[in-house]
Structure formats: structure tokens, C-alpha cells
């Protein structure tokens, strides 16, 4: 062989692999410059994969009608609507022993992974009200939510019956841990919808998760059902006097997700691997408040890089917190679904 063949031969085996391009699909807004920053251009830098990164609405709709013709790889889902892509065969499924060790399934809280999701952070649908508003006595629980004689003024609520509906058995005293299995009763569906009637002539309804924050903010509502993030980064960078109620908190789970496909590429499970390691989730709520859902992810957790805030003291997952709280039942919202819609619906055209 010539030594220009040797020296070209050694070349080629000595330059790296091509690198996979990877398509992550995310939310968007402050939550995904958060993921940027914080999980994906360390798995980038360190693997050396071309990553893109594409926004949805978080519906499993929208990857059966997106993904595909867009390449999607790697999806951030609601753990509801991971769970109605997976039976309807629009994800991957996980082999969740092949990718972390005993000890690191063990270390999952409050849920492991399933057959098509890993578990990455929780956040928390809560109530929030502007201080302004009430230079006297707060608001602590959810019961205030729904009392407009001592609390008055209108009150922000997304226009869907999640979250509003375990709230409104809250208020009416059902313990925690019978709310789902009383609103999967005619019963319980009514209970609730006839509490969200004292409410009806005060609710200004909302549809992107951006609006409570900024309803509170202007003054369209005093009190406002909506997302901790949200809330947070309006208090802090809108310089609003925006004050969370954790009682009641309804924490959810954001997973991590393979889009099926007969070519699911590696770098897939590698980038579900290094973005669900404590290291990474530590990152995350360090820059967003969602909390980990790895036990060992929270020491890990201090100070905002950017704004020097200690962050673990608002993760609505944080064992501080008191007052009541619930885990969204996932299995609960995929399996009702058409009837939660149909029976809001119903309420929603009574109103006209």
C-alpha cells in the first residue's frame, strides 16, 4: 500500500460517524428556551447530532397530522395524550429496561415509565390571584376560587373542563384521593358542573396557556386557573404581585416520546436517556419551575443561573408545599376524553 493510501485509510477510520439529525418537538416560549438551554445543546454538543427543534399544541392530533410529513423524532407529550398515541400505535414503544438501570426506575416519582413514555418533569395547574386585588384578606384554598362574595371579580378559567372539574368537587369537600373516581359518575359530573354554575357570570374564558398571567396582569381578572410556570415567569420578569394558592395544585407529567416510525433512529433513545438523567432535570428546574420527576434530581436543584432566585422553593412537586394536592390521573383523562368534552359542551351552550 502507498504511504498517501495508508495515511488516507487512517484518516477515514479516525473521522467520527456521521452525526443523526434529530427533529425534538416542544411548546415553545420560555418552557422550550429552558430545554434549549439546559438538556438540548448539552446532548447536541456532547453527541455531536444536528438537532431541529419544532413546536405543537401538545395534542396527539397534531402528531398524527404533523409528524410524519415533518419528521418528528423525539415529542415532549402530556402524559394523557402519550397515552391516546400510544394505543392508537402513533409512538414508539419503550423498552424502559434497556434504557435505565433498576436503581434508576426505581428513582422515578411519582410515576415510572410506560410502554411508550419516560417521565421528565411535573408541573402543576393552580390557582393565582393578584395581590392588588385584595389588599386585606388572600385567598388560600381552592373554596375561594368559587367564592365570589368575599373574594369579588372575574376569574380566568381555559375554556375545557380540565382541571376546573376536580377543582369544583375540591370546593364541595370530596377528599383528594375520590375525586376521579367520582367524576367518572353522572353523579359526580353533575356535582361538579352545578359548582361551576355559582361561578358562570364571573368566568372570562382563555385558550393559550400564555393569557391567565396576562389577564392578572391587566386587570381582566383577579383570580386565574392556570400553569405555575406561567405564573412565575410573569411575577418575575412582568414585575406583577402575582401570588400562587398551592392547595388544590392538580400536578401533571410531561414525558418524553419516540414518534413510531420503522427507522426510529438511536440518537432517539439516546437524547430520552441524557434528558431524563437527574443531572438534566436538575438543569431544567434550576431555569424553569417544573420539577423533576427523579428523587435524586432535587439536591441537585439551587439558584437560577440567570436571576440568582433559589428555585426549588416553587416547584409544585417540592415535599414544602402544603395543602391539598392531586396527580392527575392520566389513565383517567385519555379513557374520557369525548365525554369530558361533550358534557362542558353541553354546560357551555346552556350559558347561551
Known amino acids: 500500500m502507498r504511504l498517501s493510501d495508508l495515511c488516507l485509510a487512517c484518516a477515514l477510520s479516525a473521522a467520527p460517524l456521521a452525526a443523526d439529525e434529530l ?23 456532547n453527541s455531536g447530532h444536528d438537532i431541529e427543534v419544532d413546536v405543537y399544541d401538545g395534542t396527539w392530533t397534531a402528531l398524527a397530522e404533523r409528524g410524519p410529513a415533518e419528521g418528528w423524532d423525539v415529542i415532549d407529550m402530556l402524559a394523557d395524550q402519550a397515552r391516546v398515541a400510544c ?10 429496561r434497556a434504557l435505565f438501570s433498576p436503581e434508576a426506575l426505581q428513582d ?17 395547574r393552580v390557582m393565582a390571584f393578584d395581590d392588588r386585588a385584595f389588599p386585606g384578606v388572600k385567598p388560600t384554598r381552592i373554596e375561594d376560587f368559587f367564592d365570589t362574595t368575599r373574594f369579588p371579580g372575574p376569574r380566568a378559567i381555559q375554556r375545557s373542563p380540565d382541571g376546573i372539574l376536580e377543582w369544583a368537587l375540591l370546593a364541595e369537600g370530596v377528599p383528594p384521593e375520590q375525586v376521579y373516581g367520582l367524576l367518572s359518575t353522572d353523579r359526580g359530573l353533575r356535582l361538579a358542573f352545578r359548582k361551576l ?29 392556570g400553569f405555575n ?15 400562587i394558592v398551592w392547595d388544590g395544585r392538580i400536578i401533571g407529567i410531561e414525558v418524553w416520546a419516540i414518534a413510531a416510525a420503522p427507522d426510529a433512529p438511536d440518537a432517539a433513545r439516546e437524547f430520552i436517556t441524557h434528558a431524563t438523567e437527574a443531572a438534566s432535570m436538575a438543569r431544567f428546574a434550576a431555569r424553569i419551575p417544573y420539577g423533576p420527576t427523579r428523587r435524586s434530581a432535587f439536591d441537585r436543584i439551587g439558584l437560577n443561573p440567570d436571576t440568582g432566585v433559589p428555585m426549588r422553593a416553587y416547584l409544585p412537586n417540592a415535599p414544602q408545599h402544603g395543602g391539598r394536592a392531586l396527580v392527575q390521573d392520566s389513565s383517567w383523562y385519555a379513557n374520557t376524553e369525548e365525554l369530558r368534552q361533550r358534557r362542558f359542551q353541553t354546560w357551555l351552550d346552556a350559558e347561551e
Do not use: H, K
Request: glycine residues 8%; contains cysteine.
Open 197 to 225: 354554575d355559582t361561578i358562570r357570570d364571573d368566568i372570562v374564558w382563555w385558550d393559550d396557556p400564555a393569557e391567565p398571567a396576562e389577564m392578572l396582569r391587566d386587570g381582566r381578572a383577579v383570580m386565574a386557573a
Open 23 to 45: 427533529t425534538i418537538v416542544s411548546w415553545g416560549g420560555a418552557y422550550e428556551a429552558a430545554q434549549r438551554q439546559a438538556i438540548i445543546a448539552p446532548f447536541a454538543e
Open 87 to 96: 394505543a392508537r400505535g402513533l409512538l414508539l414503544e419503550i423498552d424502559s
Open 229 to 243: 410556570g406561567r405564573f412565575f415567569d410573569m411575577a418575575q420578569n412582568g414585575r406583577v404581585p402575582i401570588d
Open 108 to 124: 422515578f416519582t411519582p410515576v415510572g415509565p410506560d410502554r411508550c413514555a419516560v417521565p421528565q418533569n411535573a408541573y402543576a
